[in-house]
């Protein structure tokens, strides 16, 4: 019996973008388990979202793309510590330009020393794509505007109505 490949994908989600189920998609592609590991660290209030209400938004897109391998789940702690629960040996990173790769890397070996096991997988984004963070997405809804293909159909209306509620 062959033994899954299981990966996880790791990340504030606040809020999930259009760059995020990207890359939720492709790793979905290439692993038989994908987990989008919604991290949130309770003794920062920071954010726009809830750690509920992040995990509600990656739950509704990935429903929406019809990802049947890729669950959304939340934890808080080290990176590490969540792979081994989750029984993942991938951790997957995307990165938007040179600096992110180089970021990305560096955080590659310093995961090493936590878990010599959990291998580090740097897809980059597609051009389309890389500029479109959470960040910016934050402001889109700060100023009102339009979401378009910043942030995936399944939940653009959801969170917009959060964002009101704010």
Known sequence: MEKKRTAMITGSFDPVTSGHMDLLR??????????????????????????????????AAVKN???????AVLHMGLTSDAAKTLGARYLVRGARSASDFDYEYSLS?????????????????????SMISSTYV?????????????????????????YAEK
């Open 26 to 59: 492709r790793a979905s592609e290439m692993f038989d388990e994908v987990y989008a590991v919604i991290v949130f660290n309770t003794e920062k209030n920071t954010g726009v979202f809830t750690a509920g209400e992040r995990l509600s938004l990656l739950d």
């Open 109 to 129: 070996q310093i995961m090493k020393r936590f878990d010599p096991e959990l291998e580090t997988v740097i897809l980059p984004a597609r051009p389309e794509l």
């Open 138 to 162: 934050r402001d889109l809804l700060k100023y009102g505007c339009e979401l378009e293909d910043a942030v995936p159909d399944g939940c653009r209306d959801l969170m917009k109505e959060m």
């Open 65 to 71: 793309e019809k990802l049947d391998n890729v669950k």
